[in-house]
């Protein structure tokens, strides 16, 4: 049987193929969410990005989140409850 990808591990190679970023933070903060809507025991509920990467120049933040939202594909948005995003061009 096959060991499932971690989600942050599947956001940060996904998002490493996607832009080539400068600057990539994947951060777990699922154990802060402990008892709010959605947090799930061993986390992967909660996630914050901090990305910088030339794709994102000139773009309108609500853009640069669908970016972000439509490389990392349907699939992983749906194994996560929140994902805070941090998105700068370079």
Known sequence: MRKLERTADLI???LREAFNPQELEVSDVS???RGHSGFQEGGESHFEV??????F???SRINQH???HAAL???C???I???ALTVRGA
Do not use: F, P
Request: hydrophobic share 35%; aromatic share 0%; charged share 35%.
């Open 77 to 79: 948005i749906e194994r």
């Open 31 to 33: 154990e802060a969410h």
């Open 66 to 68: 669908r970016a972000v």
């Open 12 to 14: 940060e190679k996904t």
């Open 57 to 59: 120049s000139g773009m």
């Open 81 to 83: 409850h929140a994902l």
């Open 73 to 75: 594909g349907r699939d």
């Open 50 to 55: 901090r990305i910088t990467a030339t794709h």
